[in-house]
């Protein structure tokens, strides 16, 4: 019975590291917990000055749109990367944040239209 049971979590091991949350396949670069909250705060904080940006958005819409936002800078840039802050990483920071917020903003304004059960 015991080798059975070793097996089962053989395979559920297997399994689990063969299933990816992330549906390009790739897995986000690790950033420090304080960092992503820090990101996300500053972000909301930005969004939220900026009303046409933030325009019929709740304030956990637009941590949505930053969250989003950090997601996308996690599979692109590593976190040292991040961090360096010399004038070449600083621009690819600011190209790949200004580049994705436009779509993250539409992906909540979506998300609140099916909640609100538009289509």
Known sequence: MAPLRYLLIGILLLWSTI???HPDGMKPYW????Y????VKGCWESVEQNQTLAEGMWPDDIRQVCGCTIDAL???MP???VE???PELIAKFDMITRGVLPQCI???????K???GEK
């Open 19 to 21: 299933l990816s949350a």
């Open 36 to 39: 992503l909250y820090g990101f």
């Open 79 to 81: 976190y040292h990367e």
């Open 31 to 34: 950033y420090p917990s304080a």
């Open 114 to 116: 099916l909640r609100k």
């Open 74 to 76: 996690r599979h692109s």
């Open 106 to 112: 539409l992906e909540t304004e979506l998300a609140i």
């Open 84 to 86: 360096s802050k010399t």
